[in-house]
Nanobody
């Protein structure tokens, strides 16, 4: 079955770093777009980055530019989201999502993804 399993969240102090993992199974990695989203309490789900398996390119929303980085492990079919210089505003539940797509993934909204992970909670606090 198509499945996404997220991990890596937790409590971190401002200025710290985290690496979130999205392990995928049941899909051909190179045929999919993998998106990272976050949702803070009382706010809309926000796209922060995506990875296009067909092109190998990553894209970042304005909120993540300079601090967010995508890494991939093609053997494990895992997409990582590295977050540096964490701020309290980064506190949210982070989700990964997958959709079969060969076009550029930049600009894809949450409603364009139909398979989601369970989410991993990130809390940035001193």
């Amino acid at each position: 079955q198509l499945q996404l399993v997220e991990s890596g969240g937790g409590l971190v102090q401002p200025g710290g770093s985290l690496r979130l993992s999205c392990a995928t199974s049941g899909l051909v990695f190179d045929d999919y777009a993998i998106g990272w989203f976050r949702q803070a309490p009382g706010k809309e789900r926000e796209g922060v980055s995506c990875f296009s398996g067909s092109s190998g390119r990553s894209y970042y929303a304005d909120s993540g530019k300079g601090r967010f980085t995508i890494q991939t492990d093609n053997v494990k079919n895992t997409v990582y989201l590295l977050i540096n210089s964490l701020e309290p505003e980064d506190t949210a539940v982070y989700y990964c999502a997958a959709e079969k797509r060969t076009d550029r993934c930049a600009g894809m909204g949450a409603n364009e993804y139909h398979t989601w992970g369970q989410g991993t909670r990130v809390t940035v606090s001193s």
